[in-house]
Antibody
Framework: EVQLVQSGAEVKKPGESLKISCEGS????????IGWVRQVPGKGLEWMGI????????RYSPSFQGQVSISDDKSISTAYLQWSSLKASDTAMYYC???????????WGQGTMVTVSS | DIQMTQSPSSLSASVGDRVSITCQAS??????LNWYQQKPGKAPNLLIY???TLETGVPSRFSGSGSGTDFTFTISSLQPEDIATYYC?????????FGPGTKVDIK
């Protein structure tokens, strides 16, 4: 079964760092782009960026460039989303998704809820 | 950046009704348009890609059409399990933008 499994919910304080993960299985992880999507509670979907595990080529939405860092470790079929200094406004559900050969997000992780509160 | 708009932002319809949602891109995106369904508390689910191609396993009551800047998503006969928010997404050149979403519920 093709699936993406994300790391568990996190509760952090403003200014702390965080790295969440997305592990792929059931397919050739290095052959598909992985995307990250933010969803603030009660709001819509926002595309953050993508990474190609084959060569770690990374692209960011202008809205998130410089705010987060996307990386991967293809040896363990895992992509990461990282913050160096969290803000309360980073409180959201974060989804990873596989990007199909037709540039659609065809397989989604279950989401990781990040809560940033003092 | 390519901006996406959707209308309406919400709608209420009866079981069996035909429901349509429109999505407009701020510039020509050819057919690089996808549609997703998101049920409360769940991750989104891909329904249609390339504007009109149904993803495997998706019921045939869902359909999509359009090209260029104007697109339409249709549910031919609304079912209770279709209660969800629907998002369009443009996918040109590996830069993506989601529309704001349309919430669909039963009247």
């Amino acid at each position: 079964e093709v699936q993406l499994v994300q790391s568990g919910a996190e509760v952090k304080k403003p200014g702390e760092s965080l790295k969440i993960s997305c592990e792929g299985s059931g397919y050739s992880f290095s052959s598909y782009w992985i995307g990250w999507v933010r969803q603030v509670p009660g709001k819509g979907l926002e595309w953050m960026g993508i990474i190609y595990p084959g060569d770690s080529d990374t692209r960011y939405s202008p809205s998130f460039q410089g705010q987060v860092s996307i990386s991967d470790d293809k040896s363990i079929s895992t992509a990461y989303l990282q913050w160096s200094s969290l803000k309360a406004s980073d409180t959201a559900m974060y989804y990873c998704a596989r990007i199909s050969m037709r540039d659609a997000f065809d397989i989604w992780g279950q989401g990781t809820m990040v809560t940033v509160s003092s | 950046d390519i901006q996406m708009t959707q209308s309406p932002s919400s709608l209420s319809a009866s079981v069996g009704d035909r429901v349509s949602i429109t999505c407009q891109a701020s510039q020509d995106i050819s057919n690089s348009l996808n549609w997703y369904q998101q049920k409360p508390g769940k991750a989104p689910n891909l329904l249609i890609y390339d504007a009109s191609t149904l993803e495997t396993g998706v019921p045939s009551r869902f359909s999509g059409s359009g090209s260029g800047t104007d697109f339409t998503f249709t549910i031919s006969s609304l079912q209770p399990e279709d209660i969800a928010t629907y998002y369009c997404q443009q996918s040109g050149n590996l830069l993506f933008t989601f529309g704001p979403g349309t919430k669909v519920d039963i009247k």
